[in-house]
T-cell receptor
Framework: AQKITQTQPGMFVQEKEAVTLDCTYD???????LFWYKQPSSGEMIFLIY??????QNATEGRYSLNFQKARKSANLVISASQLGDSAMYFC?????????????FGGGTRVLVKP | DAGVIQSPRHEVTEMGQEVTLRCKPI?????LFWYRQTMMRGLELLIY????????DSGMPEDRFSAKMPNASFSTLKIQPSEPRDSAVYFC??????????????FGEGSRLTVL
């Protein structure tokens, strides 16, 4: 069975510093995609970044980067220069490939609180 | 373009009553997902559809839950009879899966259900 694990239930980070959120996954599929979503206190789910299993380079989107280590099955999110607005829940998710129905499941989330 | 539209945004009902949650996906998207979010269980995938056909309903808790997608622009999640443990935020999400594309999920704002 596919599994997404986020081992950090919560963490504090100082404003302007970088923070790394851990995510490990378990799958036997050769093709899959990894996502990070942000959920602020208002409740909406906001897509941040995507990494495909065959992508050679780590994905980056502005202040977000994904540290993809395929052999270790990890896909950690790095937020650089944290801002107060980054305080939120962050979810890692994995989407199985087309051959496996494109099912997308989420990890348990990490709550980030940015301190001024 | 309009995003994923869910209704109602909030529902308070009494145990034993039927609850129907509605979702209008983004036009042109071929996948539709229903998730349930609770503090205890996080984000759980209940069921998802591809081109209006249910692909995987293994996450549906029990027979009290049912979901339909009669056409590409509408889906319902029904709970009958409802129980207090069904209290949660129910998210609908849609995506368009194209080879080489991310296929990220676009979420609705969620329906917060409270069963008394």
């Amino acid at each position: 069975a596919q599994k997404i694990t986020q081992t950090q239930p919560g963490m504090f980070v100082q404003e302007k510093e970088a923070v790394t959120l851990d995510c490990t996954y378990d799958t036997s599929d050769p093709s899959y995609g990894l996502f990070w979503y942000k959920q602020p206190s208002s409740g909406e789910m906001i897509f941040l970044i995507y990494q495909g299993s065959y992508d050679q380079q780590n994905a980056t989107e502005g202040r977000y980067s994904l540290n993809f280590q395929k052999a270790r099955k990890s896909a950690n999110l790095v937020i650089s220069a944290s801002q107060l607005g980054d305080s939120a829940m962050y979810f890692c998710a994995m989407r199985r490939g087309a051959a496996a129905g494109n099912k997308l499941t989420f990890g348990g989330g990490t709550r980030v609180l940015v301190k001024p | 373009d309009a995003g994923v539209i869910q209704s109602p945004r909030h529902e308070v009902t009494e145990m034993g009553q039927e609850v129907t949650l509605r979702c209008k996906p983004i036009s042109g998207h071929d996948y539709l997902f229903w998730y349930r979010q609770t503090m205890m269980r996080g984000l759980e995938l209940l069921i998802y559809f591809n081109n209006n056909v249910p692909i995987d309903d293994s996450g549906m808790p029990e027979d009290r839950f049912s979901a339909k997608m009669p056409n590409a622009s509408f889906s319902t999640l029904k709970i009958q009879p409802s129980e207090p443990r069904d209290s949660a935020v129910y998210f609908c999400a849609s995506s368009l899966w194209l080879a080489g594309d991310t296929g990220e999920l676009f979420f609705g704002e969620g329906s917060r259900l409270t069963v008394l």
